[in-house]
């Protein structure tokens, strides 16, 4: 698969940083400490019991990190990359009747050629017997990308480059009712941010707009939640739903600049159609109610589709994705989608359809934790097209 081998180097020089030596000073102690040396600095395999390239014991060490190769060929910023290092921690004591997800810390930073670079920490907690979840982060991103312009005319066929230097916090804690699928949980949301954008020559109308783009903004918000979550995996799920809805209030009152809020009804379905094939459906929607910052329109994000591009008050879309199941851990993905961005539902015919399609490959990289990894080539109606590394799915909520 792409970028084994530099996984593989990766954790061998993890892992041999780790190999200390020991002192003997007799033939019986020498005998006792070897077995506990080779005990406590054995290599995590990196083969499974089958023979398979597998990363499971990796996960499983105490010191075990996964290095996560971020390839991005999104359309808006062009080609770039950069790594994240993910530690899977430790269940300090396990529940034989309930699957929890790990606890998972890890760091990231990524660059592109148009000079866009975000570096990033972050952490998901379980507590108990999943009965709490908890995810936090902090970032710091250097956005370069096209703006266009939000339904205007001129400027959804020659977009201008933006810069959106920024920070931004991120706190979420949700909470399972009773022993059910149903979690209540809210969220806090902070990003302070500086524009720059490019003007246009000889369009003074444009320009007029673009000038009060300009400035720092500042956004500072809650956001409820509501979900039913059966899923059986939170990497790779093969069956059960993801539904729910989220509202974000964006308040002056909680140092913002602007008071607006979103309504962020979804449903992600997963359903196996054979021990072979599996068969996943999303639904995604953001209805904007008030007046926020530019670049917090909600916009539609599909794979192949530049991010932006497609703004507006409100967006929708449907999207299916089918995994076939080849031979043994390979599978084929093949997947597609539509939406639309409208300002209103009175507004939503003559709104421009925008639809994805795309093939990828999967191998399962961590059997034990159900974990996929490959690669997506997509493509949109608009000649658009990216590829991209994927670990476990593509959709997230």
Do not use: C
């Not at 996929?372 to 991209?388: K, L, M, Q, T, Y």
């Amino acid at each position: 698969m792409l970028g084994k081998r530099r996984i593989l180097l990766i954790i061998i020089l993890l892992v041999l940083g780790l190999v200390n030596n020991v002192n003997i000073y007799s033939q019986e102690k020498k005998n006792k400490k070897q077995q506990k040396t080779v005990k406590k600095n054995k290599m995590p395999s990196l083969i499974d019991s089958t023979g398979a390239f597998d990363f499971s014991a990796v996960l499983d060490d105490p010191m075990g990190v996964m290095p996560y190769p971020i390839i991005i060929t999104q359309p808006a910023v062009g080609y770039g990359g950069g790594l994240a290092l993910i530690h899977f921690h430790k269940q300090k004591k396990q529940y034989p009747d309930v699957k929890a997800p790990p606890s998972i810390s890890g760091v990231a930073g990524f660059g592109t050629q148009n000079k866009t670079w975000m570096a990033a920490l972050f952490h998901f907690h379980v507590w108990g017997a999943d009965k709490v979840r908890y995810i936090g982060a902090v970032a710091k991103p250097d956005v370069h990308i096209k703006y266009y312009g939000n339904d205007n005319n001129f400027l959804s066929k020659h977009p201008v480059q933006f810069n959106l230097n920024s920070w931004a916090v991120y706190q979420r804690a949700q909470v399972r009712i009773g022993d059910t699928k149903l979690w209540l949980g809210g969220s806090y949301i902070f990003f302070q941010g500086k524009t720059s954008i490019d003007t246009i020559p000889g369009r003074p109308i444009e320009n007029k707009l673009i000038e009060k783009l300009k400035g720092k903004t500042t956004i500072s918000a809650i956001q409820p939640q509501i979900k039913w979550d059966s899923k059986d995996n939170i990497f790779t799920p093969k069956k059960g739903i993801n539904a729910g809805v989220q509202y974000t209030y964006n308040a002056t009152w909680l140092g913002a600049d602007d008071n607006y809020s979103t309504i962020n009804p979804y449903f992600l379905g997963y359903q196996p159609i054979s021990h072979k094939v599996f068969s996943a459906w999303r639904f995604d929607s953001n209805f904007l109610i008030g007046d926020a910052p530019f670049y917090a329109y909600p916009f539609v994000q599909l794979r192949g589709v530049p991010s932006m591009k497609y703004q507006s008050n409100n967006t929708m879309l449907v999207e299916t994705e089918w995994k076939f199941n080849v031979y043994k851990r390979w599978s084929l993905d093949v997947f597609t989608g539509t939406a639309k961005a409208f300002t209103s539902f009175e507004n939503f015919g003559p709104a421009t359809w925008v639809y994805n399609y795309g093939v990828g490959f999967r191998y399962l990289i961590a059997k034990k934790y159900g974990m996929d990894a490959g690669v997506d080539f997509a493509f949109s109606n608009n000649g658009d097209f990216a590829f991209s590394i994927v670990f476990g799915t593509a959709w997230n909520k």
